[in-house]
Antibody
Framework: EVQLVQSGAEVKKPGESLKISCKGS????????IGWVRQMPGKGLEWMGI????????RYSPSFQGQVTISADKSISTAYLQWSSLKASDTAMYYC????????????WGQGTLVTVSS | SSELTQDPAVSVALGQTVRITCQGD??????ASWYQQKPGQAPILVIY???NRPSGIPDRFSGSSSGNTASLTITGAQAEDETDYYC???????????FGGGTKLTVL
């Protein structure tokens, strides 16, 4: 069974760093792209970027380029989304997704990680 | 701002047919996919490609496209279909993904 299991909810202060994870199982992790999608409270879905764990080819949405870092560790079938300095506006649910190519649609979604940034 | 435009809200009488639309220039070149998202849950894929349903998606869901508009049609809407729907495709460059702003479907 294909699963994307994300790390648990986080509560952080502005300026702090954070790395959340997405662990894939039930398939060949290196042969599918892992993407990240943001959903701010009460708002729609926003695509952040995507990585191919097989060779770490990474693409960012222009809206998120420079704001986050996407990475993957294929040895443990895990992808990451990282911030170096969080802002209150980063408060959102973050989903990881799996897709066979770099194009949509993703066929599996993680359960989501809620990140709350508040002083 | 999104390059894909959806009506914020649509309503349908129980058992009737409803069409949810998604407009964008990139849809002239790329197919849209459609997701259903219920409160507190991750989105699930309901339609992709020309008109394909993943396993487990009821056949009352169908997709179509014409020009710059993609449509999700629910034939015989059920109470459990009342939720948010998002379209998704590539942007005009073909490199990046974009989502529509979402449509809240109300089943009366």
């Amino acid at each position: 069974e294909v699963q994307l299991v994300q790390s648990g909810a986080e509560v952080k202060k502005p300026g702090e760093s954070l790395k959340i994870s997405c662990k894939g199982s039930g398939y060949s992790f290196t042969r599918y792209w892992i993407g990240w999608v943001r959903q701010m409270p009460g708002k729609g879905l926003e695509w952040m970027g995507i990585i191919y764990p097989g060779d770490s080819d990474t693409r960012y949405s222009p809206s998120f380029q420079g704001q986050v870092t996407i990475s993957a560790d294929k040895s443990i079938s895990t992808a990451y989304l990282q911030w170096s300095s969080l802002k209150a506006s980063d408060t959102a649910m973050y989903y990881c997704t799996r897709s066979y190519t770099a194009a949509p649609p993703p066929d599996y979604w993680g359960q989501g990680t809620l990140v709350t940034v508040s002083s | 701002s999104s390059e894909l435009t959806q009506d914020p809200a649509v309503s349908v009488a129980l058992g009737q047919t409803v069409r949810i639309t998604c407009q964008g220039d990139s849809l002239r070149r790329y197919y849209a996919s459609w997701y259903q998202q219920k409160p507190g849950q991750a989105p699930i894929l309901v339609i992709y490609g020309q008109n394909n349903r993943p396993s487990g998606i009821p056949d009352r869901f169908s997709g179509s496209s014409s020009g710059n508009t993609a449509s999700l049609t629910i034939t015989g809407a059920q109470a459990e279909d009342e939720t948010d729907y998002y379209c998704n495709s590539r942007d005009s460059s073909g490199i990046y993904w974009v989502f529509g702003g979402g449509t809240k479907l109300t089943v009366l």
